[in-house]
């Protein structure tokens, strides 16, 4: 019993490490960036953040990031880089803020950036990256990268990938996220409906 005990707590710290990093999409307003001589936006650019929630003392250190766009295609400000852009510009070029781009967990336009361990490698549809940083940048809620993507009828795609954080070592924590962000019900209804579906077997 106390064996089974111990094993349970093993079990428990195991999932509790590897739940201190979690991600998420996070819609950004990007209507700040329609007016800008060089490469504005419009209604029908949408904006995400790959956003990476640490707790629990916890230190983001990587992530590996495969995107899939079937309806839309990613946006690139020409003053912009694979970093975070320069804020100093964004008075004369309000859409530089919405390039697309990848981040290390810090506050976003620091000028602190990633290393990349491959890529990124950008088509209109596609990106994969990895990146990383070696700060110990802690707990919070972080911006690991920014996609807008143009499309006129509503962005279609997935961001699959994995992160690694240093409690839990080596281990991949996955992610799978969907464009356009499921609304919470219909995630619900869908649970429900598969849920239908089995009690009538
Ligand atoms: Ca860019």
Do not use: C
Not at 146 to 172: C, E, W
């Amino acid at each position: 019993m106390r064996n089974l005990f111990a094993a349970a707590i093993v079990l428990a710290a195991g999932s509790i490490a590897s739940a201190s990093v979690s991600h998420y999409l996070l819609p950004v307003d990007n209507t700040s960036g329609y007016v800008d001589s060089q490469a504005p936006t419009s209604a029908d650019h949408y904006t995400f953040d790959l956003m990476i929630s640490v707790t629990g003392g916890d230190d983001w250190t990587s992530s590996a990031v495969v995107g899939n766009l079937t309806a839309g295609t990613f946006y690139q400000h020409p003053f912009g880089g694979d970093t975070e852009p320069n804020s100093a510009l964004f008075g004369s070029f309000p859409a530089l803020a919405y390039d697309s781009f990848f981040a290390a967990p810090a506050a976003l336009f620091d000028n602190i950036n990633p290393g990349f361990a491959s890529g990124p490698v950008w088509t209109d549809t596609t990106v994969t990256a990895t990146w990383f940083d070696t700060p110990d940048t802690g707990d919070g809620d972080y911006t690991l990268a920014r996609f807008t993507i143009y499309a006129p009828g509503g962005p279609v795609g997935t961001l699959v990938g994995s992160s690694t954080a240093k409690l839990s070592g080596g281990d991949l924590i996955p992610f799978n996220l969907n464009i356009p962000i499921p609304a919470p019900g219909s995630a619900m209804l869908l649970g429900l409906a598969g849920l239908a579906i089995r009690r009538r077997r």
